[in-house]
């Protein structure tokens, strides 16, 4: 057996080193449907482990559905290999954009979520039976809230308690609830059109939305995200932005996507924190930190706001998933969550930088690249004897997927992400890039 093993690594580590290592063997067809998985005993003495740690390996690789059990007989491949290619064979089929590098993704690295950890959190929430029979409260969990305000408190310095906050399943949700509580403010700006889901929301509540024109009654901001490059906003600026908002008595609304992954200079404070949580709502998510898929988000509001809010709260369903809710916060109580923004704030700068490099491999040292202190993007302005639209039709054909920020006569400037693609496709979808301008 090949497999190498770091005996140094913890018994949770050996066992889904073991796990990886048999679950590549099925998946390439190295081991075949139907073929029997070596004995316990067997495998325990050729890689030198425990048994424990070998039988953990088989009950998750049993549990994720490559090996099944047969009693008094041991461990069989079942033919998952087979039926994901079919799947997938299938998907792509039905799938007419398929792209084979993709610079306009949203998703997260692969790598950066450990599955198996959050699958134990998840199980335990499924386990509180009691708990699970009855509908989620309509403002959140209140374990969960608490968990929540002790987290932003020692990482945003957001001072708030349990009451102030009310959670949902994304952004758009909360905006549902807070629209009618805000409605006499009839006018929001946010920086930039691109946030097309939470403009929608407001233009459905009767709302005239403006761009870039603090004279609103809401002023939408994300102070961490202010360009899709990743540019922050100076403190200066946000403490100007609070000023002029308490005068004409405009609320902000400050979503602080991103502001985990800021690299280049020490976080700034919140506006909410700033203004000492009056005339803020603070909104925070856990799409970049987690998964897209764990649809929690959570907003804090300021004393008038919180008190319009209990008036009506018990007719607003909780959207929020109730058990990944429980899962969540034990989840932050044991550390997972600040150690996950920790991993993902050294893994994205790390990528970012490598984009970088990639890009001034291709493009040259002088090629006009815009990086911010944040994110995971940077802007390229490339010269092209063709429209922005062409440019991303040509790519699509390629199989190239770009993001069209703005063009001028003769040149187009583009979005790259690295957030979702490996790092070894920077250097190719580069070049293929490339290729695809220089053709006219």
């Given at each position: 057996?090949?497999?190498?093993?770091?005996?140094?690594?913890?018994?949770?580590?050996?066992?889904?080193?073991?796990?990886?290592?048999?679950?590549?063997?099925?998946?390439?067809?190295?081991?075949?449907?139907?073929?029997?998985?070596?004995?316990?005993?067997k495998c325990a003495q050729e890689l030198k482990?425990?048994?424990?740690?070998?039988?953990?390996?088989?009950?998750?690789?049993?549990?994720?559905?490559?090996?099944?059990?047969?009693?008094?007989?041991?461990?069989?491949?079942?033919?998952?290999?087979?039926?994901?290619?079919?799947?997938?064979?299938?998907?792509?089929?039905?799938?007419?954009?398929?792209?084979?590098?993709?610079?306009?993704?949203?998703?997260?690295?692969?790598?950066?979520?450990?599955?198996?950890?959050?699958?134990?959190?998840?199980?335990?929430?499924?386990?509180?039976?009691?708990?699970?029979?009855?509908?989620?409260?309509?403002?959140?969990?209140?374990?969960?809230?608490?968990?929540?305000?002790?987290?932003?408190?020692?990482?945003?310095?957001?001072?708030?308690?349990?009451?102030?906050?009310?959670?949902?399943?994304?952004?758009?949700?909360?905006?549902?609830?807070?629209?009618?509580?805000?409605?006499?403010?009839?006018?929001?700006?946010?920086?930039?059109?691109?946030?097309?889901?939470?403009?929608?929301?407001?233009?459905?509540?009767?709302?005239?939305?403006?761009?870039?024109?603090?004279?609103?009654?809401?002023?939408?901001?994300?102070?961490?995200?202010?360009?899709?490059?990743?540019?922050?906003?100076?403190?200066?600026?946000?403490?100007?932005?609070?000023?002029?908002?308490?005068?004409?008595?405009?609320?902000?609304?400050?979503?602080?996507?991103?502001?985990?992954?800021?690299?280049?200079?020490?976080?700034?404070?919140?506006?909410?924190?700033?203004?000492?949580?009056?005339?803020?709502?603070?909104?925070?998510?856990?799409?970049?930190?987690?998964?897209?898929?764990?649809?929690?988000?959570?907003?804090?509001?300021?004393?008038?706001?919180?008190?319009?809010?209990?008036?009506?709260?018990?007719?607003?369903?909780?959207?929020?998933?109730?058990?990944?809710?429980?899962?969540?916060?034990?989840?932050?109580?044991?550390?997972?969550?600040?150690?996950?923004?920790?991993?993902?704030?050294?893994?994205?700068?790390?990528?970012?930088?490598?984009?970088?490099?990639?890009?001034?491999?291709?493009f040259g040292a002088d090629s006009r690249i815009?990086?911010?202190?944040?994110?995971?993007?940077?802007?390229?302005?490339?010269?092209?004897?063709?429209?922005?639209?062409?440019?991303?039709?040509?790519?699509?054909?390629?199989?190239?997927?770009?993001?069209?920020?703005?063009?001028?006569?003769?040149?187009?400037?583009?979005?790259?992400?690295?957030?979702?693609?490996?790092?070894?496709?920077?250097?190719?979808?580069?070049?293929?890039?490339?290729?695809?301008?220089?053709?006219?």
């Open positions: 057996m090949s497999l190498q093993l770091n005996k140094s690594e913890k018994s949770d580590h050996l066992y889904m080193e073991v796990y990886h290592y048999y679950r590549d063997l099925i998946m390439e067809h190295k081991l075949l449907p139907g073929s029997k998985m070596p004995s316990l005993r482990l425990s048994r424990t740690t070998i039988e953990n390996a088989y009950l998750q690789l049993a549990a994720d559905g490559y090996i099944i059990s047969k009693a008094q007989s041991g461990y069989y491949v079942t033919d998952i290999a087979r039926s994901r290619q079919t799947s997938l064979s299938a998907s792509k089929a039905c799938k007419p954009d398929y792209f084979r590098y993709d610079f306009a993704s949203s998703g997260v690295d692969r790598e950066s979520f450990r599955f198996d950890l959050w699958r134990r959190y998840i199980k335990s929430a499924l386990r509180q039976d009691e708990r699970l029979l009855s509908y989620g409260e309509p403002q959140g969990e209140a374990d969960f809230r608490q968990a929540l305000a002790e987290y932003i408190r020692q990482r945003r310095n957001v001072l708030c308690s349990a009451d102030d906050i009310v959670v949902g399943a994304g952004v758009q949700s909360l905006l549902h609830i807070l629209c009618p509580l805000v409605q006499d403010k009839k006018t929001v700006s946010f920086p930039t059109p691109s946030f097309v889901q939470g403009s929608t929301v407001f233009q459905d509540y009767g709302f005239e939305v403006r761009y870039r024109n603090k004279d609103c009654g809401v002023i939408y901001v994300s102070p961490a995200h202010m360009t899709k490059w990743g540019e922050i906003m100076p403190v200066s600026r946000r403490l100007e932005l609070i000023h002029y908002a308490a005068e004409h008595h405009s609320l902000i609304i400050e979503d602080d996507f991103e502001n985990e992954f800021v690299y280049l200079q020490k976080p700034t404070p919140s506006l909410f924190s700033l203004a000492g949580g009056q005339g803020v709502v603070y909104i925070g998510s856990f799409s970049r930190l987690l998964l897209p898929s764990i649809r929690i988000s959570f907003m804090v509001l300021p004393g008038s706001l919180k008190e319009a809010y209990l008036k009506k709260a018990d007719r607003y369903n909780q959207t929020a998933s109730k058990a990944e809710q429980i899962a969540l916060c034990q989840f932050i109580r044991d550390g997972h969550l600040a150690a996950q923004t920790r991993k993902l704030k050294r893994l994205y700068s790390v990528k970012l930088k490598q984009l970088l490099a990639a890009v001034r491999t291709v815009r990086i911010g202190a944040a994110g995971t993007s940077l802007a390229l302005t490339l010269t092209v004897p063709f429209t922005g639209k062409e440019l991303q039709e040509k790519a699509k054909e390629q199989g190239l997927r770009i993001q069209l920020l703005r063009e001028e006569p003769g040149e187009v400037t583009v979005i790259l992400s690295c957030s979702s693609m490996p790092e070894k496709d920077f250097l190719p979808a580069c070049s293929l890039l490339k290729d695809i301008c220089s053709v006219s």
